[in-house]
């Protein structure tokens, strides 16, 4: 009945509706008979100062509207789970819409009620109230149309009051219908959360999560892409202490690691770093702090990239409270929102008040610098942010705040700051304030939330149609539309705020005539600098200027950098007379990838070709920097005048690195032969001179007609050779040019007048412009609780077109000496050519505390049995040992080596681990191993023989293991994808006939599971 019992009880939970006044309850409901039933009209007369209720927002979410996070308050009874703990708060033109400056606003609010639900949507579940969803802090939305809505479980109010996905929830809010759903559960034991980030160019969110201090990131269809710990790889990055997870159940990780706020912004997750509070100023040696980590081109972490961004400034001079909230403007600016806390490490969370407050930075060259000043609320000095705080499309600050307004209207909600900020004169008279539960004399301090504003929409300027190509490793060329969506015409676009060592060429555009409203005009630019090769994002600053260069707008923007590929650097077209159609289409590919190609694919884009092969093997691989020539037929006979190709380069293991697009001129008139020429090679010069590069080339025609060749330098025409026609006709040509340093594309066009042109191409570089060819060592593992990165410069294998290896310039990140916690720890080697080129690898140093020899796997034991178990730890600094089966301590080892014998085991499936003590008092877990017990001879043939589990054969998503089994037994196979605790869950039931017996088992998606059988 216990099952049955809990099932009721929740059923009675949901029958259970008290009136909900959080978060603006607008309108009050009724129990009949089990059902809701929604009042005349869906209002009702209310006794507070928003006397008419709150006016409905619209839902889905519109550009410029709020969402607000709070706690649903109190009854007599203890936590009110029928109060609201979200919001949508339209705040949209406050000057227009609120009654003015420094009076309460009535703002329209949506909580997904029911008197607002058509019939036939209704569901009591969907409503945004702690029934629902628990208490929640974190929210975000996304930039799907309509945007969804994101909430994190939390403990900050200091009630431990959680929805049906526990501690470790984020719950998504369906964008059309206000839905409520459970997007993921984090495993977490009680501190909940911290916040959340959304990243739009890649379509992915960020949560922070309280118990283990790491950053989780997820794709938006609620699947885990991996984690990143600040405390070991973000702080060992800048050679700073690594403080690694406590592992403490069911508490808070330690100050220095515990991550709250985090967003997006120009290709990197800043995230805040809560190092101290009101009442821990003592425990930390740091202040609160913001840092940031890279992403690559598909949103993963970039850990060597990670680094300090801002120490804030204490507010008093013992301690500061942690930022909970960050936020960028669509300018640029950097808004930070603290919340107070009386104690946040032992035990629960303490909800404070006041001594808190809204910070704003701006980017000055690399650095941050403080920006506006904002003060928020009344009391005492003016700094009694609740944690949120947000820009809107006018820029202007939307906070979060206890005692917003005191006096005759006493209001904790929201406050809506002017965008160049405010006084403590002026924190009243120059805001608008909004009361979120409507009554004007309540206290709800501490109940206060974050705040997320819609403002994808708000841009001035959009860019779109965007198409960016490698021309060198270290330049792209960029062509993309911009629209003017500002209130004027624009005369001037402007790149500031570029990154360290890159430019644009050109870094001013004149708009002839100017810009109007409303329209859009295509630019092309040039991305230099030294090393573009080096990044996956290039963000950017496009500004918008007037007539007389007044910047009236301005849109922050990143672009993914496409490797550079390959070039087909001399090609020629031959039909064949005999097939209509076919072509013979030789070429010479230059790999530019940076990595050895082992195959290249073919795959036609106008889908009316094929190529015979489509799938080329290069053995050898064909190294980065090199080119090799191939002759492939092109069936085309409905294609028209050419056929377009993607060409993906593989490597070894047939993993696609890069591809490019080439199209093919086709067409061939009949009963003609068309001209032949034998294109010159890649051509490289290392170093420039002052006199011209000659390039030579063969033409011929079977048919003796005169031919006319063009010879163009960057599709520019620079020279024409006339040949005479012959029996057959045949030159050499000899081509000369100043070239100067750089890259050139030439171009060869030879026509007959009979057939079109034939087209081959050749690359000219002048200078060095390829990276050293380089190779690092394989990760390396260390057995302990702290390492120290070695130097692996020596380890590299490095070689270079131009440079002599032992000119080429290596350096490492971090570099050697460098101090690293339990974990993987990568480090980055860079080699430079002469020219400034420059190529990376990676090293990982893994830090492993503890490992047990894996060897006593492989072995067969017979019960009774003496198991040898034997670690791997750093001697100096392990204490002790524990060792378990399962999760039952067998022996303890105190003595180096730290080796333990588990004496008389009887037979069964046992799974081992071992945990070193550090003489820190650090702990730390091994990896699990499996060891089998088979019965003695003697137990075969008596009353029960114990089964035995055999490991199982992974193939695709299916797991199959097979167990022997005993004549007339049943065999309850079970399974667990946690032993911390385990959730036995039945998979199959078997009837023992004597012989051995197989189970399989389907595994999709799970990184690991157990398996046990019971007897009866």
């Known amino acids: 009945m216990r099952n049955l019992s809990f099932h009721l009880l929740r059923f009675r939970l949901h029958l259970t509706l008290a009136n909900a006044r959080r978060c603006a309850a607008t309108s009050h409901w009724r129990v009949v008979a089990g059902l809701f039933v929604t009042l005349i009209a869906g209002r009702e007369s209310r006794a507070d100062n928003c006397t008419n209720g709150f006016a409905r927002a619209p839902f889905p979410l519109e550009c410029g509207m709020a969402v607000v996070t709070c706690y649903s308050g109190n009854t007599t009874n203890g936590v009110n789970t029928n109060g609201y703990v979200m919001g949508v708060v339209d705040l949209r033109d406050p000057a227009a819409n609120s009654p003015g400056l420094g009076t309460n606003w009535c703002a329209p609010m949506f909580h997904n009620e029911l008197a607002w639900q058509a019939p036939g949507f209704v569901s009591p579940t969907n409503i945004w109230s702690a029934a629902n969803l628990g208490q929640v802090f974190g929210v975000k939305v996304d930039d799907a149309n309509p945007p969804n809505i994101y909430v994190a479980a939390t403990k900050v109010y200091g009630v431990s009051q959680l929805g049906f996905g526990g501690p470790g929830a984020v719950y998504k809010i369906n964008g059309a219908n206000g839905s409520v759903s459970l997007f993921v559960a984090l495993t977490n034991n009680g501190p909940a959360l911290g916040n959340l980030g959304y990243d739009s160019a890649n379509k992915q969110i960020f949560v922070s999560n309280f118990e283990d201090g790491l950053i989780y990131r997820y794709s938006l269809a609620g699947v885990l892409q991996n984690t990143f710990d600040h405390g070991v790889n973000g702080r060992t990055n800048q050679a700073l202490v690594a403080i690694p997870d406590d592992g403490a159940f069911g508490l808070p990780t330690p100050f220095g690691r515990r991550v709250f706020g985090l967003n997006v912004y120009n290709g990197r997750l800043y995230y805040s770093v809560w190092s101290e509070d009101g009442a821990s100023p003592a425990i930390n040696t740091t202040t609160n702090e913001i840092w940031s980590v890279a992403l690559n081109g598909t949103g993963d972490f970039v850990p060597a990239t990670a680094k300090l961004e801002i120490s804030l400034p204490q507010y008093a001079p013992q301690y500061s409270n942690p930022v909970a909230d960050i936020n960028f403007s669509n300018a640029g600016r950097m808004i930070l929102a603290e919340r107070t806390f009386s104690g946040g490490y032992f035990g629960a969370f303490n909800a404070g008040a006041h001594y808190s407050r809204i910070l704003e930075y701006q980017l000055s060259g690399p650095a941050w610098v403080p920006g506006n000043t904002f003060f928020i609320g009344e009391w005492i000095l003016k700094n009694n942010s609740s944690g949120g705080a947000d820009y809107n499309c006018d820029g202007q600050v939307i906070g979060t705040g206890d005692g917003v307004k005191l006096g005759n209207e006493i209001s904790y909600g929201i406050a809506i700051l002017p965008a160049s900020g405010n006084t403590q004169l002026s924190v009243v008279t120059n805001s608008y304030i909004v009361d979120l539960n409507g009554v004007f004399g309540t206290q709800d301090k501490t109940q206060i939330g974050d705040v997320v504003v819609v403002k994808n929409c708000c841009q001035c300027l959009t860019i779109t149609d965007e198409i960016i190509n490698c021309v060198t490793n270290n330049q792209y060329s960029y062509t993309f539309t911009v629209t003017n969506l500002s209130s004027g015409p624009i005369s001037w676009l402007a790149f500031p705020d570029l990154p360290t060592n890159v430019t644009v060429s050109p870094n001013l555009i004149p708009l002839s005539p100017p810009l109007p409203t409303g329209a859009g005009t295509t630019v092309t630019v040039t991305f230099g600098g030294a090393p573009l090769s080096l990044l996956t994002n290039l963000c950017f600053r496009l500004s918008g200027h007037t007539a007389d260069f007044a910047e009236c707008c301005a849109v922050t923007h990143c672009v993914s950098l496409p490797k550079c590929c390959a070039s087909i650097v001399k090609e020629q077209v031959v039909c064949d007379p005999a097939n209509p159609g076919v072509l013979n289409w030789s070429f010479s590919l230059l790999n530019q990838s940076g990595i050895p190609v082992s195959y290249v694919f073919l795959a036609s884009l106008t889908n009316c070709a094929t190529a015979t092969p489509d799938i080329i093997h290069l053995q050898p691989p064909l190294p980065s920097g090199q080119a090799t020539n191939f002759t492939v037929a092109i069936n085309a006979s409905n294609c028209g005048t050419n056929t377009c190709f993607l060409i993906a380069l593989h490597d070894s293991n047939v993993v696609q690195c890069c591809s490019f697009q080439h199209c093919v001129p086709l067409n061939c008139k009949p009963n003609n032969n068309p001209p032949k020429v034998d294109c010159?090679?890649?051509?490289?010069?290392?170093?420039?001179?002052?006199?011209?590069?000659?390039?030579?080339?063969?033409?011929?025609?079977?048919?003796?007609?005169?031919?006319?060749?063009?010879?163009?330098?960057?599709?520019?025409?620079?020279?024409?050779?006339?040949?005479?026609?012959?029996?057959?006709?045949?030159?050499?040509?000899?081509?000369?040019?100043?070239?100067?340093?750089?890259?050139?594309?030439?171009?060869?066009?030879?026509?007959?007048?009979?057939?079109?042109?034939?087209?081959?191409?050749?690359?000219?570089?002048?200078?060095?412009?390829?990276?050293?060819?380089?190779?690092?060592?394989?990760?390396?593992?260390?057995?302990?609780?702290?390492?120290?990165?070695?130097?692996?410069?020596?380890?590299?294998?490095?070689?270079?077109?131009?440079?002599?290896?032992?000119?080429?310039?290596?350096?490492?990140?971090?570099?050697?000496?460098?101090?690293?916690?339990?974990?993987?720890?990568?480090?980055?080697?860079?080699?430079?050519?002469?020219?400034?080129?420059?190529?990376?690898?990676?090293?990982?140093?893994?830090?492993?505390?503890?490992?047990?020899?894996?060897?006593?796997?492989?072995?067969?034991?017979?019960?009774?049995?003496?198991?040898?178990?034997?670690?791997?730890?750093?001697?100096?600094?392990?204490?002790?040992?524990?060792?378990?089966?399962?999760?039952?301590?067998?022996?303890?080892?105190?003595?180096?080596?730290?080796?333990?014998?588990?004496?008389?085991?009887?037979?069964?499936?046992?799974?081992?681990?071992?945990?070193?003590?550090?003489?820190?008092?650090?702990?730390?877990?091994?990896?699990?191993?499996?060891?089998?017990?088979?019965?003695?001879?003697?137990?075969?043939?008596?009353?029960?023989?114990?089964?035995?589990?055999?490991?199982?054969?992974?193939?695709?998503?299916?797991?199959?293991?097979?167990?022997?089994?005993?004549?007339?037994?049943?065999?309850?196979?079970?399974?667990?994808?946690?032993?911390?605790?385990?959730?036995?869950?039945?998979?199959?039931?078997?009837?023992?006939?004597?012989?051995?017996?197989?189970?399989?088992?389907?595994?999709?998606?799970?990184?690991?599971?157990?398996?046990?059988?019971?007897?009866?």
Do not use: M
């Open 680 to 1016: 010159p090679g890649l051509i490289t010069q290392c170093k420039t001179n002052s006199g011209p590069v000659n390039l030579t080339a063969f033409v011929f025609d079977a048919d003796g007609d005169p031919l006319q060749v063009t010879w163009k330098v960057n599709s520019v025409a620079v020279h024409v050779d006339n040949v005479p026609g012959g029996s057959p006709t045949a030159a050499n040509l000899t081509f000369s040019y100043p070239f100067t340093f750089g890259s050139y594309t030439v171009t060869i066009c030879v026509t007959d007048g009979n057939s079109p042109p034939l087209i081959c191409t050749t690359i000219v570089q002048i200078g060095d412009h390829t990276p050293p060819n380089i190779q690092c060592p394989t990760n390396i593992v260390i057995y302990g609780f702290q390492a120290t990165i070695p130097s692996l410069v020596g380890s590299v294998v490095a070689t270079d077109n131009c440079t002599p290896t032992n000119q080429l310039k290596f350096t490492q990140s971090p570099p050697a000496g460098t101090p690293v916690g339990p974990g993987t720890n990568c480090v980055t080697v860079t080699v430079t050519d002469a020219a400034g080129n420059a190529a990376t690898c990676k090293t990982c140093i893994i830090v492993l505390p503890i490992g047990l020899v894996p060897d006593i796997s492989l072995k067969n034991f017979t019960a009774p049995a003496d198991l040898p178990l034997t670690v791997v730890v750093d001697q100096k600094l392990t204490s002790l040992v524990n060792y378990y089966a399962s999760a039952t301590l067998i022996g303890t080892a105190r003595i180096a080596p730290f080796n333990f014998t588990w004496l008389a085991v009887p037979a069964g499936s046992y799974v081992l681990t071992a945990e070193a003590v550090g003489v820190n008092g650090a702990r730390a877990l091994s990896d699990p191993l499996f060891v089998v017990v088979s019965p003695s001879p003697s137990a075969v043939g008596g009353v029960t023989v114990r089964p035995n589990l055999f490991k199982p054969l992974v193939v695709g998503d299916t797991a199959s293991f097979s167990l022997n089994t005993a004549s007339g037994e049943t065999c309850y196979i079970e399974y667990t994808d946690s032993l911390e605790p385990p959730n036995w869950q039945l998979l199959k039931t078997l009837v023992g006939d004597g012989n051995e017996r197989t189970v399989s088992d389907t595994v999709t998606n799970r990184p690991q599971r157990f398996y046990r059988v019971r007897i009866q």
